[in-house]
Every structure is written in structure tokens, then in C-alpha cells.
């Protein structure tokens, strides 16, 4: 095992001689908590009325203080959950592997789980472990841990704990986060077993003696030990790599959250109370996350649907400096996180008779009056990544507000990029220095980010739904 703690490597890669299979695999219970989290937020008022009964059960933590006052703003009513697989050993979780007691506590597993506005959509954004970013500074409980230029996602959750990962995220995604989940491993196998056991679909048999996973091809009902080698296994399931890992785990919560959004287990009051009890045993939330709180994010979604429930991973590709890590694939990267902090509810079709201009359709010249170094490149950057033609016009001086001008035939363009951008200003006609059909974007101070062009979030490369066929693509 690398002896660095920015690339801490799995337990679960170690000799298959050392700790049982239960010992090993604190990472999934993150991705378990996506399904966890769908019935407390989406199932029903139902499930709210059992998750009060079993908030006694529930850890909390005030991270506020410690990710700090300058933080994104929220564009909209959507609300934004991370979620976090720990391996603490601590109280009951001291038996799975007592030889890492006195060692802090890591997560490779980090989720953001995003509910659209008004409760129809929601996405769970999987980090993957490797993934290298800045790794800003971070309080602990002894101190203060100074920020790193670029390291392992992972290590982040080792520095500061919930709120370093709350603070690391929101710095690369520019996305607000408003609670966190996190989940240790001691109530993984009562969770499986709470929802009578969660259904998986193998490619071929397996019988891996690292994970100790041993199931014949096709449909299986999975739960306890079984369930927990199936989320570990590596080596026997797969291409062996991370990615691969990542979405057999995806398929695995949208079953769960399949499963546990079933009216099997949501009008079964005994099966409901088992899921929540093993839920709650084992989660520790921010103090922000109260009842009172809960039951109006329940209100909020009682229409959302496993079927409305999408998975994906950070648009992401090998490391330029390590093919062995992972790093974001931009302007990809930045081009998704937009759409996620600009997400709103479905549009209405357009009236008949009106226009339908595309981004491709549209040639911008950007000019930076905000003051700021490379603001310009930026937003250019942002409108490509949209399918815009953009250029750079240079600087403009200084504007406090941003500003969409048009050349001689480019009004409707100059309309349809003014509803994209901060604020939405009133197209102008230029009176001079105007090009024909081309449309100038005046970046002033004001200036935030680009929204989407699309209402919602578009479809992702590899994206997985709850409702997906289990053996498809297997």
C-alpha cells in the first residue's frame, strides 16, 4: 500500500489472506446511502413519519463553521446533498479491522446527490477516488491543515472531514452544497437485508478470492456479505479498473433506490421501520438537516419516480502528469457543472410561430469589461462548450453589469443568448463597431456563469437510471 495519504489505495486490494470480506468495503456504503436518501427524501410523507421516530439514531455535525463564509450562491431552489462512505473504526466499527484503529478515518466514496427544483428530476454525481484537485485549507479538530496545489480527492475527507470535502467540491464545481450524509460500515449488511435484498445482473460467473464474491451468471437477489463483496469485487468482475468499479456500483444504487422506492417497502410499515432503523444507526448528517427540515424536502418530492433518478460520473479522463490517476476532462467539466448550479424545471414548448435558434447558429464576440484576468477566455470557454461560435473581442474598459449587443441581422441570436446570461440584459443594437450577424457579450462585473441552454440537465455520456434494464451493457 502507497505509504502517501494523497493516494491511499483500496484495503480491499490487499492480500485476500488478511480480514474477511466484511472487514473490508466501507467505500460502498456511500453509494447505499443514495438509495438510503432517495426514500427519506422522495419515497413519501410515510417514510418521513418513520425517519422522526428514528432520529434519535441519527450523529450530527456542525460543519458551517469550518468550511467557512465564502461560499457559492444558490441560483435556484434546487437543493444539493454530499454524500460520504467513512471507514471509521470507532465504537461499534472497531471489530472490522481492528489493526486500523488508531488510524483517521478515510472516505473513497463521495456522491452528490442534486434534486432538481420543484422534485421531478434528481442525480447522484459520483467523485471518483483519484480524481486530482486542488485541495484547499481546512480546520480540524487539532488545528488547521494548509491547502495543497493539486491531490487526491479522497485525502480531503482525511484532512477536515465533511466539511473539507463540502469546501473542496464547492471550489471546483462552484455548486452549493446544502446537507451532507455520511455513512460508516457497520449497518451495511442490515441495510441490504432491511429491503429484503437488492437485485444485480453478472455478465458472466465469478468466483473471486479476493472479494470471496462466488455467483453464477445472470439474475441474483443479493444482500449482507454477499451484497458487500459484489460492490467491492475488482478483479473478477470487469476490466479490473476504478471506472469500470464505479458503474457496476451505479447499477447497484439504482437498483437500491429502485427497490426502496418500491410500494413493497414504502407501505410496509415493518420493512419500513427495519430500512430506517439500519439507515439511521449508521448516518451522521450536518445539524442543519433537522425533522422539521426533512419533512419539507419530502413534501417537496413525493413526485419523484426511480425512474426520474439519474446516475453519472464527473466528466473525467486519465491525469497528464500520472496516467494512474484521474483528473477533469475540461471544458466538459465545467460545461456539466454550469448546467447543474443554472438547473430548473422543465420549460414550456415554445409558441407556435416563434423562432428556434441553436447555440451553432450563433457567432458571439466576448469583450472583458469585469475587470478580472482571463474572464474573457473563460466565457468563451463556457459558450463552446454550449456549441456557441464564440471569439475573443479583448478588453472593454470596465462595466459593472454585463451587457448583449448586435450587429446589423443578429437580433434573434442576440435574444436567444441574452436569456443564457447573468442577470438576462435587454439586447441593444450596436450603433458603431457592429459586425453583421455577429453578437457582442460584454462580460461586466456582475458576471457569474453561463446558464444552460437547455432546461434541466442534459443527458450525460454513460449515464445510468434506477429503472435501467440491470443486464444491460453487462
Known sequence: MNSNPMYMEYVDDADPSGPAPERRGWR??????????AVMVAGSLAAYGVYYKTMGNVAREDVNANVGPNRPKKLNNALNILLLGSDTRAGG???????????????????????????GQAMGISFPRDLMIPIPSCKTKNGTTPATSRGQINSAFTNGGASCVIKTIEGISNIKIDHFMQVDFNGFKAITNAVGGVEVCLPKAVNDRQSRLKLGKGKHTIKGETAL?????RHGLGDGSDTDRIKRQQK???SLANKALSAG??????KLLSLMNAATKSLTTDEDLTP??????????????????RFVTVPSGPDPADPNRVALTQPTATSFFTAVRNDKTVASEPKAGTSKISPSQVRVRVYNASGIEGQAGRVITALEAQGFHASLGGNSGSAATTKVLYGSGADQQASFLAKLVPGGPKPAARTSG??????????????????SVKAGIPKQQGEIRATDDICKGS
Open 229 to 233: 463483496a459484489y460492490v467491492r469485487v
Open 93 to 119: 466499527n472497531a471489530k472490522y479491522g481492528r489493526s486500523m484503529k488508531n488510524e483517521p478515518p478515510r472516505s473513497d466514496t463521495m456522491i452528490l446527490l442534486h434534486l432538481s427544483p420543484g422534485g
Open 252 to 254: 447497484f444504487m439504482g
Open 265 to 270: 417497502v414504502l407501505s410496509n410499515p415493518s
Open 28 to 37: 460502498i456504503l456511500g453509494w447505499v446511502s443514495v438509495g438510503l436518501s
Open 292 to 309: 422539521r427540515v426533512m419533512m419539507q424536502i419530502a413534501q417537496g418530492m413525493q413526485g419523484m419516480t426511480s425512474g426520474k433518478l
Open 434 to 451: 457592429g459586425s453583421p450577424g455577429v453578437v457582442d457579450l460584454v462580460v461586466g462585473k456582475d458576471w457569474t456563469a453561463l446558464k
